[in-house]
């Protein structure tokens, strides 16, 4: 079956831009994550969805960051006036439910390259 | 604060020996422990996870790992290394509240 999609696959922009990345989960998916990947780091957790409920928005660097999931589905992570240092791979993933013991296995999409000039 | 500490940033092995990445955590209770890999350009795939019970936890693509309460450690290990598992490889540990605390990651070069 399909997996998580991500669009676009690269993102060359300016410094200053916005930029709007989307993720589409694995069909019936309720749980969706947003992590970036900096050259070198590790994953690091951006914010959360579950269902209907308030998304966990603690992992946000900055202002400047902001996700939305419409229908409970396709979710787009925006950057708002980009900076040098947000380039980084932004990986989409879902699980099928969400768990506060974080046992649920993550799919993870292949990524959006981000690279601000 | 939870965290998981990969100390190797990158290790070369022979195709056919043995391998072993190195995983710390640190946890207040029982972790749920995960292993992932990215091969170039792809995203994550899991490869094994632990919740509880048998502390050797086999996997996908003949990896298996190891749970050490007393050491903190879940370290992943194969036999006989292919030049095909040439990837990044992430230890990860689920902390509660939505999180998965993920380490930098290990890449594992293979030479022929």
Do not use: M
Not at chain 1, 26 to 50: D, K, M, N, P
Not at chain 2, 35 to 47: A, D, E, K, N
Not at chain 2, 65 to 78: D, G, I, T, V
């Amino acid at each position: 079956g399909a997996g998580v999609s991500q669009s676009p696959s690269n993102k060359v922009t300016e410094k200053g831009k916005d930029v709007e990345l989307r993720c589409d989960p694995i069909s019936g998916h309720t749980a969706l994550y947003w992590y970036r990947q900096s050259l070198g780091q590790g994953l690091e957790f951006l914010i959360y969805f579950q269902g209907n409920s308030a998304p966990d928005k603690s992992g946000l660097p900055s202002d400047r960051f902001s996700a939305e999931r419409t229908g409970g589905s396709v979710s787009t992570l925006t950057i708002q006036r980009t900076q040098q240092e947000d380039s980084a791979v932004y990986l989409c993933a879902s699980s099928l439910v969400g768990s506060r013991t974080g046992r649920e296995t993550q799919y993870f999409g292949p990524g959006t390259r981000l690279l601000v000039l | 604060a939870q965290s998981v500490t990969q100390p190797d940033i990158h290790i070369t092995v022979s195709e056919g020996a043995s391998l072993e990445l190195r995983c710390n955590y640190s946890y207040g209770a029982t972790p749920y422990l995960f292993w992932y890999v990215q091969s170039p350009g792809q995203g994550l795939q899991l490869l094994l996870k632990y919740f509880s019970g048998d502390t050797l936890v086999q996997g996908i693509k003949g990896f298996e790992a190891e749970f050490k309460r007393s050491q903190s450690s879940f370290n992943l290990r194969k036999p006989s290394v292919h030049w095909s598992d040439a990837a990044e490889y992430f230890c990860a540990v689920g902390a509660g509240g939505f999180k998965t605390i993920f380490g930098a990651g290990t890449r594992l070069f293979v030479k022929a």
